[in-house]
């Protein structure tokens, strides 16, 4: 897109010329200024990870399989004792008041239109309260604050509002410079507040810093981990997992569930992709424990794929942002029921009539290395 294109005000209804979720990362471009989207679209780095992420959605392919009854399929899971009607989640994703005046509070409206669980950022540009009002499966994401009593102050906002897990991201320690950003002369408007900080917080918390990051040591934050996960009335997430070393750690440490993620290719520049670290991590945890995965998903197929190799749900950043950016809440919850026509389409044609139908022997690896 050149600099002179106008960039459009956000549709107030579904767009008729959107026919699958990607679609709404194609359009992006039309709703978002070049600058912003440089920083919402790009990877840490040269984007080498980011691109891996989606490469490694390209290297599997999925059996069509015949005959099968599919008289009483459906997409239900459960984790965590919460019942889903889908294994669709949205990521935490920060700052949505840069793409669409409703920020989170449309993102909201329209995952609870489709009955979906929103995950809100602890950097969210309205007041996680107000996120809760519009909502009814909600998880609250927690980056641990400059100290604890911060941190638990936060997660007792996040529990009095009726926030049913915490997740909590671990893989922003240190966070890594994205050079198309850079390029774009990206900066956040001083108009744009992390709505649930003061002022102090936020200047110390990753995602609000210059895109030229800071450096810390986090290392102390297995402790507050520690504390929390044994405190907490209500279940405690892990988010930002890449080693099977680390997710025993954590599963050994008490964690809830874990989150297979790298930060969609924003942290380490030269990390594998999320899904190429899928299957090792699901062997380090067994099969019981509750894996939740994100990174490139961009369609139904792709959620089917990371099913396979073993997540028992998915989380959807970047795509959630494109659609509010586009048509506000109804661009998100219309982003996410073609996301679950999608599933359920693959999940037809490959004969899986539940969740627990789609293993790994559904996929087939183009380069090699069959399972089945
Ligand atoms: C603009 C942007 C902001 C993000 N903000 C957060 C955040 O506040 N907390 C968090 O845990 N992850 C954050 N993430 C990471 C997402 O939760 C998620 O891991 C990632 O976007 C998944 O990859 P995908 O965008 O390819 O779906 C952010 C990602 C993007 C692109």
Redesign the pocket.
Known sequence: MTKTTQIKPPLDVIPSNIYSAQDYEYFSGHFIAPATLA???GGSGEDVTLNS?RNAFAALAIYPRLFSDLSSASTQTSILKQVFEHPILL?????QGLVHNSAELGTARGAAATNTCM?A???SSVTLEQIATQSRQYWF?L?FQSSEARSALLVQRAIDAGYQSI?V?VD?AIQAPSARALRANFHFPSTLKAANLSDEDASNTD?SVDIFSTFANHSHQVDQLKNLINHSPIPVIV??VMHPQDAKALQELGAAAIIV?N????TVDGAPASLGVLTQIRAAVGEQYPLLF?????SGTDIFKAIALGADAV?????Q?YALAVAGALGVGHMIKLLRQELELCMAQAGCASITDIQACVLHHIRGDHRC
Request: hydrophobic share 30%; no cysteine.
């Open positions: 920083y919402i679209a992420n990521s935490p994703v920060a700052h995950i950022s602890t950097l994401q980056y997740v991201t922003g995602e988010k930002g993620s930060h969609g290719g924003r994100d990174g490139g998903i961009r989380l959807i950043g970047r795509l942002v």
